[in-house]
């Protein structure tokens, strides 16, 4: 299955708040999980990835939470700001193909 | 930091036009790609180009679809009979290595009227 769920579909966190977006897979074979920030108008950016070997990454605010055996990972950002306010895509490489989730629209309130 | 550069940013072209969008990709990486977001959904794959030839193409890159890379900086897409479901956002993106996240480029927004 080359699908990639992503879960909420909208998330309006306070500021300061801790902002949680899941993804599950069902594909062994990917091998690398990106998440991608996107504003109105732009393209994807990447903010932060992990592989599989790894159970977490942090980068800043931003903290990959991955589980292997449930096939599962989640972003974390802690202490959310107004500036965070984006839609969020989590992906995963199968050999040279990004497989995107369906994107979480990010609110951050002052 | 390089960047990957498309244009036009927005193109508006009749149903049944042939259009090329256009893409500078980042000057040390070797692979390239083309993804497409129809508005407020998500990232799709369209295709994957190494070594000047196509390594993988989804269902929706069919015959009217077609990429080239004329020179050693461009790399285009062409869409040979434009439909209305053709409108959507047009992503590059480029990779030095495909095991690795790539860099997207602003897109280019196409609407078929």
């Known amino acids: 299955q080359q699908q990639v769920k992503q879960s909420p579909q909208s998330l309006i966190v306070q500021k300061g708040g801790i902002s949680i977006i899941n993804c599950a897979y069902e594909?062994?074979?990917?091998?690398?999980f990106p998440w991608y920030q996107q504003f109105p108008g732009k393209g994807p950016a990447l903010l932060i990835a992990i592989r599989p070997d790894v159970s977490e990454k942090k980068e800043g605010r931003f903290t990959i939470s991955f589980n292997k055996s449930a096939k599962q990972f989640s972003l974390h950002i802690m202490d959310s700001q107004p500036g965070d306010s984006a839609t969020y895509f989590c992906?995963?490489?199968?050999?040279?193909?990004?497989?995107f989730g369906t994107g979480t629209r990010l609110q951050v309130f002052p | 930091e390089p960047e990957v550069t498309q244009t036009p940013s927005h193109q508006v072209t009749q149903m049944g036009q042939e259009v090329i969008l256009r893409c500078v990709p980042i000057s040390n990486h070797l692979y390239f790609y083309w993804y497409r977001q129809i508005l407020g959904q998500k990232v799709e794959f369209l295709v994957s180009f190494y070594n000047n030839e196509i390594s993988e193409k989804s269902e929706i890159f069919d015959d009217q679809f077609s990429v080239e890379r004329p020179d050693g900086s461009n790399f285009t897409l062409k869409i040979r009979s434009t439909k209305l479901e053709d409108s959507a956002m047009y992503f590059c993106?480029?990779?030095?290595?495909?095991?690795?996240?790539?860099?997207f480029g602003s897109g280019t927004r196409l609407t078929v009227v």
């Open positions: 594909n062994t074979a990917f091998d690398y």
């Open positions: 992906a995963a490489l199968n050999t040279d193909k990004l497989i």
């Open positions: 993106a480029s990779s030095k290595d495909m095991n690795y996240g790539y860099t």
